[in-house]
């Protein structure tokens, strides 16, 4: 494709519903990212893939949260028991390696939780 | 911890003006400073890096490690480069995690 792609575009889900968002980065890139962005805020680090590999979820905010990406390709992050405070933009973002290559995102998904 | 800081939510400036969106960061090491661009219904898009030395769109930024500061300048504003601009920065040599300020609107007045 010719970006980074995610869907859906827009969530709403119910207080206590689980949700998944979908990632396809630009083919070949290593790594992948999550950002959480907040209304008002800049994105905020969630968690990091060098290929299938998880190296960094330090951003994770909760265990309610959840990502992998089993083939080093695309990439799912989900919300178990979505709460009022998970509503955000959530940024995928890739890159072809990680270390000094420039990351491109994607368009994000809007997550309102209700 | 790294931080990064904007102080300014929105400037406004006439076009043909001269612009800087102050950046100021904390980083216990060197770090690679950076300047990302969102416009108006499009995804976040890298503008500029420190490392680069290079000028887009008529935008410089200089890094004052002095000043713990990386300003994003252009002399003569123009319409289309109003957009949310965000600083962020990343440890040097690391991968990029970045750490993004809570960005700053740029808003050009014909």
């Known amino acids: 494709g010719a970006g980074v792609s995610q869907s859906p575009r827009y969530k709403v889900a119910k207080r206590g519903q689980d949700v998944a968002l979908r990632c396809d980065p630009i083919?070949?890139?290593?790594?992948l990212f999550w950002y959480q962005q907040a209304l008002g805020q800049g994105p905020e680090f969630l968690t990091y893939?060098?290929?299938?590999?998880?190296?960094?979820k330090s951003g994770l905010p909760s265990d309610r949260f959840f990502a992998e990406r089993p083939e080093g390709s695309v990439s799912t992050l989900k919300i178990q028991r979505t709460q009022q405070e998970d509503s955000a933009v959530y940024l995928c973002?890739?890159?072809?390696?990680?270390?000094?290559?420039?990351?491109?995102f994607g368009q994000g998904t809007r997550l309102t939780v209700v | 911890a790294q931080r990064v800081t904007q102080p300014e939510k929105l400037l406004s400036v006439f076009k043909g003006a001269p612009v800087e969106l102050k950046c100021n960061y904390s980083?216990?090491?060197?770090?690679?400073l950076f300047w990302y661009v969102q416009y108006s219904r499009q995804r976040l898009q890298l503008l500029l890096r420190?490392?680069s030395r290079e000028s887009i769109k008529g935008f410089t930024a200089d890094l004052n490690k002095g000043e713990t500061s990386f300003h994003l300048k252009k002399p003569f504003a123009q319409e289309e480069d109003s957009a949310m601009y965000y600083c962020?920065?990343?440890?040097?040599?690391?991968?990029?995690?970045?750490?993004f300020g809570t960005g700053t609107k740029l808003q050009v007045i014909p």
């Open positions: 973002a890739s890159s072809l390696t990680g270390k000094n290559t420039e990351a491109f």
């Open positions: 083919s070949g890139h290593v790594s």
């Open positions: 893939f060098q290929n299938e590999a998880q190296l960094d």
């Open positions: 980083y216990s090491g060197s770090p690679e």
């Open positions: 420190h490392i």
């Open positions: 962020a920065l990343t440890p040097s040599g690391g991968y990029q995690k970045v750490t």
